[in-house]
């Protein structure tokens, strides 16, 4: 079962609740009660939650292409 599929949904945002994380992830808040999405368990839990792209702003990653060894 691939870690981002509904089973490990829970886990991943109790996890980030017991131990002070963030969680990263593509997913976008839903408006539907039907569909919790991780931000939606995250603002009701009070978890911090970003996309990768926030992260790497946060983080201040940057990419350096080396140069091509021949």
Avoid at 14 to 35: Q, R
């Amino acid at each position: 079962m691939p870690p981002c599929s509904a089973h490990w949904r829970p886990r991943l945002v109790a996890h980030a609740l017991a131990h002070g994380h963030t969680v990263v992830t593509h997913e976008l808040p839903s408006p539907s009660i039907k569909k919790i999405k991780i931000p939606n368990a995250c603002i009701g839990l009070g978890v911090k939650c970003m996309t990768p792209y926030e992260m790497l702003r946060v983080e201040r990653a940057r990419f350096v292409l080396g140069a091509a060894n021949s």
